[in-house]
């Protein structure tokens, strides 16, 4: 090998290289970036001249967070009449200690709206919940109109099934004594309807004819029952015959659906 040409492997050439780390002049050189970054922000807040805002609430700032002097002519007059710092207001010093607080209007609403628009939320409020509460009392009376109206429809239902049992069973009870005819034309079950038809066409029509009030199911029901416990001692709920009027009276809770429940 000749003297000009560089040994790779030799001392001499390695000592000519500089032992860098990957990656850490790149970090360095970013954490100094963002240094000078921040030098010249505090630079330039330093050097920027405050707004007229912003030296009016450092200034008001200021003023608030100090005292009164005794130069002040108010305060003055304070001492004068026996005030001392610190003291509440009033002869007792029971008062305020502290100045009323400030505060700034950021808008330009006039005095008093404020006070409006919160008048007119709790009316509002007010208004809303009324709604609510209608609303509510109008559910729970239209509920219970329809609990109503069921009980009303199954108490109906109730009824007209008793009467055609206590129809049948004044039939069957009249046969027995050998009544041919019912007492009324409804105390037995109804005949068909070509058998009524026959009843009227036999009608005079010349004849005035009596206006006779129709009985509600409730009303022949009580009418039927009455007849059948004084005639043949007989209770519809019951499901009995009685001996007598005394067997009855003894036996019978009573001559209603709800004393035998």
């Not at 990957?22 to 970036?33: F, L």
């Not at 707004?51 to 450092?58: A, L, V, Y």
């Not at 919160?118 to 109109?145: G, T």
């Amino acid at each position: 090998m000749s003297d000009e040409e560089e040994d790779y492997m030799s001392d001499a050439f390695l000592n000519k290289i500089q032992d860098v780390k990957p990656g850490v002049s790149m970090v360095r050189r970013v954490k100094e970036a963002m240094k000078r970054e921040e030098k010249h922000k505090e630079k330039n807040i330093q050097n920027r001249q405050k707004t007229f805002k912003e030296q009016e609430n450092e200034s008001r700032e200021t003023a608030l967070q100090t005292s009164i002097s005794n130069e002040n002519k108010g305060f003055a007059l304070l001492q004068k009449m026996g005030y001392k710092a610190g003291q509440g207001l009033g002869k007792e010093g029971a008062g305020r200690v502290d100045p009323i607080p400030l505060n700034i209007k950021a808008n330009r609403e006039g005095f008093g709206m404020e006070e409006l628009k919160k008048r007119k939320a709790e009316e509002e409020l007010n208004d809303y919940r009324q709604k609510v509460r209608a609303k509510q009392q109008n559910e729970a009376k239209s509920l219970e109109d329809f609990r109503s109206r069921v009980r009303t429809e199954r108490d109906e239902r109730k009824v007209e099934a008793d009467l055609r049992r206590s129809q049948r069973s004044c039939e069957q009870l009249d046969s027995q004594k050998g009544i041919a005819e019912p007492r009324e034309a409804w105390y037995w079950p109804k005949v068909d309807a070509k058998d009524e038809d026959d009843d009227a066409e036999e009608e005079d029509d010349d004849e005035e004819e009596e206006e006779i009030m129709e009985l509600t199911p409730f009303d022949k029901l009580q009418i039927l029952t009455s007849y059948l416990r004084g005639i043949h001692f007989y209770c519809l709920w019951c499901g009995t015959a009685y001996n007598d009027e005394e067997d009855l009276c003894s036996n019978c809770p009573g001559d209603t659906a709800a004393d035998h429940e």
